[in-house]
């Protein structure tokens, strides 16, 4: 679980921790213009490496009234001399809380960590790229965070542990470049969207039906898309192994995604992790990363509500569904799939390496 960090003592003492680990892994300083939705400007840009392209960077600073805490995430190359395009921005309102801008930080209740997140804000030009929009074409997932005075959750996207390591940079990175693709391409469908809305606003207006999928299939994110790669955001953090595996939940999706390679059509959607399509079968995965009993219960309705979403997609096959933990013993394996209709696969991840138990097949 975790709580958002809204006093400014504690977010400014989490950016500290953030600057000092990013300028492990980002040694290269360059006086650089960086480009603006109104314009550009000149600053100083840490750079990843002395040269190449694609290199990562990093800017940061205070604004000029001191009221904004600027931090400005890209790739380029440190030699050029041309305008930086910025990726992704986690600025933090530097003179109260605020949650009208992009960064933000959240502390893990259990084990104390404290991780740089994102509230999914993202402008491409001077747009604002609408949030659903935007999670219909990303991986990631946003993450209900408790707010500090209790009153509720807000939605954000848990990038990566702030700790004294270089690793932070490439995770923030890799973030950002995948939220930048997920961006473009969520604009250029937006008159999609739009047409979606009229269509709604049109139907509710006539008494008539837009044509829209309701109950559980709008669940299920209407259809199953063709799988793409799930981001890998996390890094190892010290000293629970309960924490490494909440930050590998990527790494398995793609594990089981390439052993199952070649067994049939493989599919993805934002609400479901994956789910392979045979001639006669289609097979739901849930992928959880701890075995507490909190997270066997979520996954038992998802998969119930998932698969009953497959079912009205594809009415002639077979719907199996499957559970994917870390450590569960294979004796339970049958006890469970008798009595709940749901296969157990099980792995083990040593924060580097995932490893399927032996002899575990697509279903």
């Known amino acids: 679980m975790f709580v958002e960090i809204s006093a400014l003592d504690q977010i400014k003492k989490a950016q500290d921790s953030l600057v ?56 380029g190359n440190p030699e050029s001399n041309a305008t930086l395009d910025i990726d992704l921005q986690f600025n933090l309102a ?9 960064g933000a930080f959240a502390k893990n209740f259990e084990t104390g960590q404290v991780f740089l997140c994102h509230r999914g804000i993202v402008t491409r030009g001077k747009s604002r790229v609408p949030r659903e929009l935007l999670l219909n074409h990303l991986s990631e997932r946003m993450e209900p965070v408790q707010r500090e005075d209790g009153k509720g959750t807000v939605p954000l996207f848990i990038v990566a542990p702030v700790h004294n390591s270089p690793e932070i940079a490439g995770l923030v990175s890799d973030f950002a470049t995948s939220v930048r693709t997920a961006a473009k391409t969520a604009m250029e469908s937006g008159v ?114 998932h698969s009953g979403a497959a079912k009205r997609q594809y009415p002639g096959a077979k719907i199996k569904r499957v559970l994917v933990m870390p450590d569960i013993p294979e004796k339970h394996s049958g006890e469970f799939e008798s009595e709940l209709g749901i296969s157990i696969i099980g792995y083990s991840d040593d924060g580097t390496l995932i490893k399927f138990l032996s002899g575990t097949k697509p279903t």
């Open 20 to 75: 000092s680990a990013l300028k492990k892994g980002l040694r290269n300083k360059r006086e650089r213009v960086i480009g603006w939705p109104a314009g550009s400007f000149k600053g100083t840009v840490w750079f990843a490496k002395k040269s190449g392209d694609d290199v990562k960077w990093w800017f940061y600073e205070l604004n000029r009234d001191r009221k904004i805490w600027l931090c400005f995430v890209g790739r």
């Open 94 to 102: 530097a003179d109260r809380f605020s949650r009208n801008f992009g």
């Open 192 to 305: 999609q969207l739009r047409s979606v809305r009229a269509a709604k606003k049109n139907a509710k207006r006539t008494g008539g039906s837009s044509g829209a999928s309701h109950g559980f299939k709008s669940l299920f994110d209407s259809k199953l898309g063709s799988y793409f790669d799930e981001f890998v955001g996390k890094a190892v953090v010290p000293p629970s192994k309960e924490s490494v595996r909440n930050c590998r939940h990527g790494a398995v999706v793609r594990a089981l995604r390439k052993k199952f390679a070649g067994n049939g059509e493989v599919l993805k959607s934002v609400k479901v992790d994956l789910a392979l399509r045979t001639k006669r079968f289609v097979t739901i995965y849930e992928v959880k990363t701890s075995n507490r009993p909190q997270a066997v219960y979520t996954a038992i309705g998802q998969l119930i509500v």
